[in-house]
């Protein structure tokens, strides 16, 4: 049986532990707060109590899973089940206790979120880490784990944390041929980023899957603290989700369900979020072209980082943070990836791109020189 360690929990920041007020925080992976729409307005709008005289407490909220459908049918993702859970985790640590045990093997992408990997280790599955290149999972290591035998895949098809990889039709088209074979195997895809993340969707979902899950959070699209995700899978797959659901929690808040069916549906939520899908490319593109002028390949093909090889992560952090820049060492989402440090760049002012590249340069071609002496 897998071990299962006790997972550590973040603690509050306290007053001393506060940024100085020249730095600059590009470590979080937030979306910009600027680029969400407002929730004032909404908020008013929202008559809970008559949606739940209507349809009660336990069943989940009609207009937002209308609008999930919607959604998921628009990519080509079949609606013939969908569900709601509290975010993205909720739904996926739900997704895989629906179907596997402790002692499962459960394929996922390295560089990873280092929270998929803790939570597959507080369940007590086993990680069985592949290598991911800008287009996501990379074929040939892919299919060598489903042949030494995996129980499931976590994948995140765009907007791929830390590397920002996302799915081409070529890659998507090679893996869906290299999972078709496996039809037990759980799919669970991880959308979190959806239409923000800069390109389109893409799926390994066919008409031969047999257990998977689509999960689209709403915390970059909204906001980061309307804990409310949306899914569509096979029926055993949200039965058995919405039935565990349903002895634990027992339902996910209808106000916010109301909150977010309110906002998904408001005639402006297309423009805020196109404007927002604009200004992430934007920036991101922005520290790509200043890497790549001064010799640094990048990546960020989608969402809201950029991933930076180096040859050391520590001297890359602390140089960035004595100019004023917190950005994260890429030690936490590694396993057996090399070095690299994961940019932020959801806020990034595309003017401060050229410093940033500037300070990463300086630093490996400092490292390069001591290496050749």
């Known amino acids: 049986m897998a071990p299962r360690p006790a997972v550590r929990t973040p603690q509050p920041a306290s ?5 100085r007020p020249h730095v600059r925080d590009l470590s979080i992976g937030l979306p910009d707060p600027a680029l969400l729409p407002p929730l004032g307005a ?5 008559d809970v109590d008559a949606r739940l005289r209507l349809n009660g407490l336990e069943s989940a909220d009609p207009k937002l899973l209308e609008i999930a459908a919607a959604s998921f049918g628009a990519d080509g993702i079949p609606t013939a089940a969908v569900g709601v859970a509290a975010g993205a985790f ?13 002692g499962d093997r459960v394929i996922i992408e390295d560089p990873v979120y280092a929270s998929i990997r803790d939570l597959l280790l507080a369940l007590g599955l086993v990680p069985v ?6 287009l996501g999972l990379r074929p040939e290591p892919f299919e060598a784990s489903l042949a030494r035998g995996a129980e499931a895949v976590i994948l995140v098809p765009r907007a791929q944390n830390p590397l920002g990889a996302a799915l081409d039709a070529e890659r998507e088209s090679l893996l869906r041929n290299l999972l078709e074979p496996h039809g037990g195997v759980l799919l669970i895809e991880d959308d979190h980023a959806s239409i923000v993340s800069g390109v389109p969707c893409r799926t390994l979902v ?7 899950a689509v999960i689209r959070s709403v915390s970059k699209v909204l906001h980061p603290d309307l804990r409310v995700a949306l899914m569509a899978g096979d029926e055993t797959t949200i039965a058995r989700v919405e039935g565990r659901q349903a002895l634990g929690p027992r339902w996910v808040s209808h106000v916010l369900q109301a909150l977010v069916a309110e906002l998904l549906s408001d005639p402006l939520f297309e423009d805020t979020a196109a404007r927002a899908c604009d200004t992430y490319a934007g920036r991101r593109q922005a520290l790509l072209a200043a890497l790549a002028e001064r010799g640094i390949a990048a990546y960020g093909r989608s969402g809201l980082n950029v991933w930076v090889p180096v040859r050391e992560e520590a001297p890359v952090v602390a140089a960035l943070f004595e100019r004023g820049w917190l950005v994260l060492a890429g030690e936490r989402f590694r396993i057996a990836a090399p070095p690299g440090v994961r940019i932020t760049t959801a806020t990034l002012d595309p003017d401060d791109a050229t410093e940033i590249a500037e300070v990463v340069a300086t630093v490996e071609q400092a490292g390069r020189l001591r290496r050749e002496y």
């Not at 007053?15 to 940024?19: G, M, Y």
């Not at 909720?90 to 402790?102: C, S």
């Open 15 to 19: 007053p001393a532990r506060e940024l």
């Open 42 to 46: 909404a908020m008013l709008q929202v």
């Open 90 to 102: 909720d739904a996926i640590e739900r997704v895989l206790q629906a179907h596997l045990r402790p």
């Open 129 to 134: 880490p592949v290598a991911v290149d800008e």
């Open 206 to 212: 066919t008409p031969a899957s047999q257990r998977w």
